[in-house]
């Protein structure tokens, strides 16, 4: 059973526009959510995290997400696409059941940002 | 200060050959993860050290897979009689405790490739 759905698996936006990538969790017990960014031939990089507390998540380069429990959703956003935030985005979950400390991926979202 | 790193970037082998990987996590970090990522997939869970124990070793695929972390810092992969079907970017993270919510910190990756 999928446990991340990363919906879309590239995305294209015009320069200043907003970012919205979505990102859907499979669990009976809420999990705890990460984004992270990929750059071509570099590491993955962590853009934002939830635990516990405030629901809307504020990250690294002015990228957000919101936890959304009824949703199962931690969607990620930026109000004003930059050319730099043209990359990967892997959506992740930990402590699922059974899953202990190790993350679970989505497969991926491909940001394009165009002039 | 250092982050992760991984050496060889790339490695080619031939099917049926030996290789080894491995991976110097952040200094002062207990715990040190393995993931696979395929081509156009997310990366999947491997193996997890807890210092020098492998904590959880459910994601290695078959026996073909071992990984040590004899010192409790630097970790290597193994892969014997490799297969073709094991080509792709072996990625290693650390964390500083391994809890849920800790930050999973990643190295470059190698590149493996089994002609």
């Known amino acids: 059973a999928q446990s991340v759905t990363q919906l879309g698996s590239h995305v294209s936006v015009s320069e200043g526009a907003l970012v919205l990538l979505r990102c859907n969790y499979s669990s009976s017990v809420p999990p705890y959510l990460f984004w992270y960014v990929q750059y071509p031939n570099q590491g993955l990089q962590l853009l934002l995290k939830?635990?516990?507390?405030?629901?809307l998540v504020k990250g690294i380069n002015g990228f957000e997400a919101e936890f959304k429990k009824s949703e199962t959703s931690f969607h990620l956003t930026k109000p004003s696409a930059h050319m730099s935030d043209a990359a990967e985005y892997f959506c992740a979950v930990s402590g699922l059941r059974g899953g202990g400390n190790k993350l679970t991926f989505g497969t991926g979202t491909q940001l394009k940002v165009e002039l | 200060g250092a982050g992760v790193s991984q050496t060889p970037s790339n490695k080619v082998t031939e099917k049926g050959k030996y290789v080894e990987l491995r991976c110097d996590p952040i200094?002062?970090?207990?715990?040190l993860y393995w993931y696979r990522q395929s081509l156009g997939q997310g990366p999947e869970f491997l193996i997890y050290?807890?210092?020098?124990?492998?904590?959880?070793d459910s994601g290695l695929p078959n026996d073909r897979f071992f990984a040590v972390r004899p010192e409790g810092s630097v970790s290597t992969l193994k892969i014997q009689r490799t297969e073709r079907g094991d080509s792709a970017v072996y990625l290693c993270?650390?964390?500083?405790?391994?809890?849920?919510?800790?930050?999973?910190?990643f190295g470059p990756g190698t590149r493996l490739t089994v002609l």
């Open positions: 993270a650390s964390s500083f405790s391994g809890t849920y919510t800790d930050t999973q910190y």
């Open positions: 939830y635990t516990t507390g405030a629901t």
């Open positions: 200094s002062g970090h207990t715990a």
């Open positions: 050290f807890q210092g020098t124990g492998a904590a959880d």
